[in-house]
Each structure stands twice: as structure tokens, then as C-alpha cells.
């Protein structure tokens, strides 16, 4: 089974093909980071003027790629949500016309839930319960997951999500846009020792997160060190700000491993891609008696192909949408009861 699966929520124009769910005959990520850079910042407005310019070529692109004929396509998987409104209704309209021409069912992704089941794309498969954590520039949050489709809030950032938390501490210190990777760079020559930075909200029982304050300390440091004419020690900062956000998410995971006694851990979702938060999960899955199972980082940042995973279990169930589907800013999702 053929699938055409796409990705608008946020600043990246994706498309998937996948066969069966799982295997990738392409996928296709068209960046806006350029677009974006001198703004510092996701332009809501420019985003979705874009996503209209690359929506049709990549489409043609991408089934060029995987060598699929769109009458082979069965089924298309766009994300509905969450994420800006106007990325998501490009996207959403494209699948919707795709979807009416062709007569082939349309299947509405959240897009938190395909991060997770990313981890499905790797040849080495998780087994449920699982637990995942999702840590990207729009999003920080721990599920406990039953199924495909099935899964449970444990605890979600109070404010800032992490990433967002790297990329305002990049644009703070000039570094540019977005900054998750360039201070994971820097920090690689930083001792993470040097600055002390508070670990928010590390009490066992709370498996929510907040970011701000730590953000806000990486600021005041900042600040006072400009105000007296004192150099800022770039590399040092990184690397103690990554160290301090690793800490917190690596903690609060085991926590909710343990509070669950599940033995599958899934992270995904951009800040996944982070070196220091791979290794660190890397030590503790071998210290800790739990599987890890950590997509390639091409699959963590924004793609469409775990679009297509997540529409492809849809598909199975028979969980179509209709052509009244609509777009969503945020998602509410049920909390874990135990
Ligand atoms: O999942 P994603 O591509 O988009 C959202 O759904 O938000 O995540 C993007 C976020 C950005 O905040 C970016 O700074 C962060 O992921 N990120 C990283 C790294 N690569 C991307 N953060 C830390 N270390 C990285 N290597
Ligand atoms: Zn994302």
C-alpha cells in the first residue's frame, strides 16, 4: 500500500512516500531557515507564502524520487495540527484537493503523535507500553503510549518547549537562527561546569518542565556580565545551558520510566537530534535496564515521513477524515490516569 504523506505545520515543506508504513521510498524536506534567519524567528506569514510556492513542486519531486506514478498513490496523510494556522491550511487544502481528485481516503496526523511514531521507520521496531518523550521548538512533553494511536499526557512544558529554549538563548547571544544546533556546536568546546544554571522543576512526582526560568537565568548572566563590560564566555555558556537542559529531560524521563515501570523509551522531535541528550539517554539505557530507541536525526527534526507512519495506522483502522477536516493550533490530549 502506497501512501503520500505531508508535512506544513510549522516553517518546513515535507512530503513522504511510504509503502506498507514503514518503508521510505522518499521523503523530502524543503527548509525555510534561510527565509527565516535574519528575523531570528518563524515569520507566520512568510511561512505560509512559502509553503504555497514549494507545496506543488515538491509533490512532484518527491513521487519523482520514489518513482511512484500518483495514480499508485492509495491514501494521502497530511498533519492537521498542531502548529500555525496558516502553514497548516496550505497543507491541509493540498491534501484535501489530492484526496476529492483522486478519490483516495484523506488521513488527518497530529503531529506530536507522528513525531513519536518516527521511531517506527528505524529497522529495529519499539514494542507498547512505551514511553515518549517529544522535545522539539514547539514542543516538550512525556506520554505514556498504549498503541499507535492511543497514548497519554504525563507531563508538558509549563512554557517554553526546550528548543525554543535553545533558540532564544542563540538569539540572545547573537549565535543566529535556529540556535538548537549551532549551540550544541559551540558547546562542544564549552565547559558545562563553569556557569551553574537552575534545573527547573526537578521534583519526582511533576512530569511537567519549564524552561523560562533557566532561560531567564542564561539571560540575566548575560546581562550582567554586558553591563559591567566583561567578556561573555561563549562556549562555556553552551555548554553549561545544554548540560542543564539535557539534565532536566534525562531526569524527568527515568522518572516517568520508573512511575510506569515501562521498559521502551522513545525521544523524538528536533532537539532529539542533540548529541549530548543521545549520549546521555545512550549511558542510561545501558546503565538502566530500558530499550532506547532513538530515530536518526533526520527523522527527529520535522519530516513527512513520520506523517505517513502515524497516517499509515489510520489507513489500517479505517480512521478516515472527511473534506469538513479543519486545522488546530494546539492539542489537548488526555492525561495518564494510571
Ligand atoms: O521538531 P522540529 O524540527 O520542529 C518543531 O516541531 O518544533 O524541532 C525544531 C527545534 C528547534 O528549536 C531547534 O533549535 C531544535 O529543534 N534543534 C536542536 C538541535 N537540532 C534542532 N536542539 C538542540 N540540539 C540540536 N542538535
Ligand atoms: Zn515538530
Known amino acids: 500500500m502506497k501512501l503520500l504523506a505531508l508535512e506544513t505545520s510549522c516553517d518546513e515543506t515535507a512530503f513522504a512516500v511510504l509503502e506498507d508504513g514503514e518503508k521510505v521510498c522518499a521523503n523530502l524536506v524543503a527548509s525555510q531557515e ?12 512568510l511561512a505560509s507564502r512559502r509553503h504555497m510556492e ?16 500518483l495514480d499508485e498513490i492509495e491514501a494521502v496523510a497530511v498533519t492537521n495540527g498542531p502548529g500555525l494556522i496558516g502553514s497548516l491550511v496550505i497543507g491541509v487544502s493540498f491534501a484535501k484537493a489530492l484526496s476529492y481528485a483522486r478519490g483516495i481516503p484523506l488521513l488527518a496526523v497530529d503531529h506530536i503523535n507522528a ?46 518547549a526546550a528548543g525554543e529554549a535553545f533558540d532564544k538563548v542563540a538569539k540572545l547571544l547573537g549565535l543566529g537562527y535556529p540556535g538548537g544546533r549551532i549551540i550544541s556546536r559551540l558547546a ?29 537565568a542564561v539571560v540575566n548572566f548575560v546581562n550582567d556580565l554586558r553591563r559591567k563590560g566583561l567578556p561573555v564566555p561563549v562556549h562555556d555558556l ?23 515501570g ?50 499509515y495506522h489510520k489507513w489500517r483502522r479505517r480512521a478516515f477524515a472527511d473534506l469538513e477536516l479543519d486545522v488546530y493550533a494546539r492539542s489537548h490530549f488526555p492525561r495518564y490516569q494510571g
Open 115 to 160: 513525531h513519536f511514531l518516527a521511531a517506527f521507520l528505524e529497522e529495529e521496531k519499539p514494542s507498547f507500553p512505551l514511553v515518549a518523550l517529544v522535545v522539539s521548538g514547539g514542543h516538550t512533553a512525556l506520554f505514556y503510549v498504549k498503541d499507535y494511536l492511543e497514548f497519554y499526557l504525563l507531563g508538558q512544558t509549563r512554557d517554553d
Open 188 to 216: 562542544e568546546e564549552g565547559d558545562p561546569e563553569r556557569i551553574p544554571l537552575p534545573r527547573p522543576l526537578l521534583n519526582k512526582d511533576v512530569f511537567d518542565f519549564s524552561f523560562s526560568g533557566l532561560k531567564t
Open 262 to 311: 515501562v521498559k521502551n523509551l522513545v525521544v523524538a522531535g528536533g532537539v532529539a537530534a542533540n548529541k549530548r541528550l543521545r549520549q546521555t539517554l545512550r549511558e542510561e539505557a545501558a546503565k538502566g535496564g530500558f530499550r532506547l530507541f532513538l530515530p536518526r536525526p533526520a527523522y527527529c527534526t520535522d519530516n513527512a515521513a513520520m506523517v505517513g507512519v502515524c497516517g
Open 34 to 45: 534561510e527565509l527565516h534567519r535574519r528575523f531570528g524567528g518563524i515569520v507566520p506569514e
Open 54 to 69: 514549494l507545496i506543488l513542486p515538491l509533490a512532484q519531486e518527491t513521487l519523482k524520487e520514489a518513482q511512484v506514478r
Open 238 to 260: 553552551c555548554a553549561s545551558f545544554e548540560k542543564a537542559v539535557v539534565e532536566v529531560l534525562v531526569t524527568k524521563t527515568l522518572n516517568a520510566l520508573k512511575f510506569t
